[in-house]
């Protein structure tokens, strides 16, 4: 079993920046792939960036350039960098952990460990 715990979210102006963290309990498998999903009001959840445990990273298009996954495997911890935000990255924003890699299927389904959600506010 794998718990995960998000912090890190608030309110900022659009062009603002914020880090998002996400610590890991349990046992993470050697090959494990992390990733951070967000769910705005009335709109479906979706993938953001993943990464592996390689270090190899995806993003989804809107925020590439802008977002940065990383992870501290000594810390077991997952952070998302969140720079040149916009008023449309307002969302709840979620971590998420599967015990395989990022690259063995849909890279943005199929995660059994979810965090409780940390909410991300941009102004315009």
């Known amino acids: 079993q794998v718990q995960l715990v998000e912090s890190g979210g608030g309110s900022v102006q659009a062009g603002g920046s914020l880090r998002l963290s996400c610590a890991a309990f349990?046992?993470?498998?050697?090959?494990?792939?992390m990733g951070w999903f967000r769910q705005a009001p009335g709109k479906k959840r979706e993938g953001v960036a993943a990464i592996d445990s390689d270090g190899s990273t995806r993003y989804v298009d809107s925020v590439k350039g802008r977002f940065t996954i990383s992870q501290d495997n000594a810390k077991n911890t997952l952070y998302l960098q969140m720079n040149s935000l916009k008023p449309e990255d307002t969302a709840a924003y979620y971590c998420?952990?599967?015990?395989?890699?990022?690259?063995?299927?849909?890279?943005?389904?199929?995660?059994?460990?979810w965090g409780q959600g940390t909410q991300v506010t941009v102004s315009s």
């Open positions: 349990g046992y993470l498998y050697s090959s494990h792939c």
């Open positions: 998420a952990a599967r015990q395989w890699s990022c690259g063995g299927g849909d890279p943005w389904s199929s995660f059994p460990y």
